[in-house]
């Protein structure tokens, strides 16, 4: 299944009764949460669903590709795996046995209008869950290339992570992310959840937005470090940076909708930085 076409936000917005996958009602939450997440992302994504796979991607993707990728509603399975898929068949392997992988720095060759383009790019893949405990498809995302995977960055391997976001398809998907970037993520959607982890588990980054209900991200974040003083601090908001002026405690800020290079920047940076002295 493709699906192209002009800035699309959810799954709603395309007729999938003539596609292999048919009406949305019947489609698993899984399947149906990733679909909106793709269609609705800047960066150029694939979502590779069952077994053939019915292969669904976003106008980011179809852009970057060039033309030949078909038409909404689309609905076959391609008869050549798709660049991204092709190239990181171990990866993807991977994925299908639920652990998110990455590979870093590919060279995907596309075929446009003017001939053979080639394309360098890091392969985020994500598992997706089919609504019964298995897998049911991967979900792959294309960032720009970094100069090394965050946990090289970092020196000491991976990053003990909490995210804190009450959107839970939005929490699913960072904690996914941050995982295929080799850290350990853990996700709440309350802050008294988020106190309860942060009081029986130490972390090294609280990744929070800053709206939340019953107390705010940056309220969450004093508690944090009055406990974990060496506990660093990210926000994320759709506010930009008004609601954060004039913090007494360090922190990093990303402004939604931000991009996967973005994070990885943010955790690389955090990362880098110095420990603070309980």
């Known amino acids: ?133 298995g897998v049911g498809g991967v979900f792959c995302t294309l960032a720009q290339p970094t100069s090394a995977p965050a946990a090289e960055a970092a020196g000491s391997g991976s990053l003990r992570i909490l995210v804190v976001e009450d959107n839970l398809d939005s929490q699913y998907l960072v904690c996914e992310m941050l995982r295929a970037f ?26 929070s937005d800053v709206s939340l209900p019953g107390m705010s991200g940056v309220e969450l974040a004093r508690e944090a470090i009055a406990g974990q003083p060496g506990i660093k601090v990210i926000f994320a908001s759709g506010y930009g940076d008004s609601l954060l002026r004039h913090l007494d405690f360090p922190y990093l800020s990303l402004q939604k909708p931000y991009e996967l290079d973005q994070l990885q920047a943010a955790l690389d940076r955090v990362a880098a930085a110095p420990a603070a002295r309980s």
């Open 1 to 133: 299944m493709y699906a192209t076409g002009p800035s699309p936000l959810s799954v709603s917005d395309y007729d999938w009764l003539a596609s292999q996958l048919g009406a949305p009602d019947a489609w698993p939450l899984p399947l149906r949460i990733a679909a909106d997440l793709l269609l609705g992302s800047p960066l150029p994504a694939l979502l590779a669903w069952g077994e053939a796979p019915v292969v669904l991607f976003n106008a980011a993707y179809a852009e970057l590709a060039g033309p030949g990728y078909g038409k909404v509603p689309g609905g076959t399975v391609p008869p050549v795996m798709p660049p991204p898929l092709a190239a990181a068949r171990d990866a993807l392997a991977t994925a299908r046995q639920g652990k998110p992988s990455c590979v870093h720095d590919v060279a995907l060759a596309f075929v446009r209008a003017g001939g053979r383009v080639e394309e360098r790019r890091d392969l985020y893949l994500v598992p997706v869950k089919d609504g019964n405990g």
């Open 182 to 207: 080799g850290h350990h993520a853990d996700g709440v959607g309350h802050p008294s959840d988020a106190l309860a982890r942060l009081g029986a588990e130490r972390y090294d980054v609280l990744f």
